[in-house]
């Protein structure tokens, strides 16, 4: 199976068909997905900055010219996520699009003070330039096909999950690429302290698991056992992985607030 024993950020992938014209470009350890329309591609993140050669290498070994990525679309403002982002742009011409919270850090290449990792995302990503930012709801449409945009801030203020149909034999599914769901932060980061952010994370969770999603995806292979799901060994169709996958993350988000509990 691709990347057996291996899950770097930065450890090379062969490219993966996903369904219809949607394919994994990613890494190992991280996920960057193409979609081929009529008018274009779009490309969902980039991986690190150390990744994006990795990522074009993908794309040309599919037979697609990276100038003919048009999108790119933003999971979170992430240097493991986006750090790549600006190198693409440079070299595709694409446009980016991002959430509203998430725009001003892939803007600037630095994280938010408020974000729980803050201290530990030491590795600045390379401003980006961002040309439209979405409302939850909101979408870029590329050869007919729609990519629309899902606030869901659990992992990040700026969280952003992103679906679109896809077509294969008659048959029509969506994906959905679901953003990350882990409960992480710097070690003298309370959440019991940010009862908003603790919300913000609870209503994230809820809009994860109200997805549409026959196909999920997400920014990290190994939380939906994607090389599994595209290889064979699992089944790739699920329409309750959204919902299992938020699911997981409620728990870590609960068992943390536990944790943080005076004498635990």
């Known amino acids: 199976m691709a990347c057996a024993g291996r899950d770097g950020w930065s450890d090379p992938a062969p490219p993966m068909h996903v369904h219809g014209q949607t394919w994994y470009v990613g890494t190992c350890g991280i996920t960057v997905v193409l979609v081929n329309t009529k008018a274009g591609l779009a490309l969902f993140d980039s991986g690190p900055k150390e990744a994006a050669p990795l990522v074009l290498a993908n794309v040309r070994a599919l037979g697609f010219d990276p100038t003919r990525i048009k999108w790119i679309f933003s999971t979170h403002e992430h240097f493991d996520h986006g750090g790549g982002i600006a190198v693409l742009e440079k070299v595709t011409g694409a446009r980016l699009a991002a959430g509203p919270f998430a ?22 990503m390379l401003p980006a330039r961002v040309d439209r930012v979405l409302a939850d709801g909101g979408a870029v449409t590329l050869g007919g096909k729609a990519f629309t945009a899902h606030s869901t801030p659990a992992h990040s203020p700026g969280s952003t999950s992103w679906t679109w149909r896809s077509c294969e034999q008659g048959k029509c599914l969506t994906i959905a690429l679901a953003d990350s769901v882990n409960v992480v932060s710097a070690d003298e980061y309370r959440f019991t ?18 997805l549409p999603c026959d196909i999920i995806l997400s920014p990290h292979p190994s939380k939906v056992n994607n090389f599994a799901r595209l290889s064979g060994k699992a089944a790739l169709v699920d329409a309750d992985a959204c919902k299992t996958y938020s699911a997981a993350g409620l728990a870590q988000l609960e068992k943390r607030l536990v944790k943080e509990k005076p004498g635990k």
């Open 193 to 210: 302290d940010h009862p908003a952010r603790v919300a913000s994370m609870r209503a994230g969770l809820d809009k994860v698991s109200a």
């Open 103 to 124: 725009a001003g850090a892939l803007s600037t290449g630095k994280p938010y003070p408020d974000d729980p990792q803050f201290t530990l995302l030491t590795t600045m």
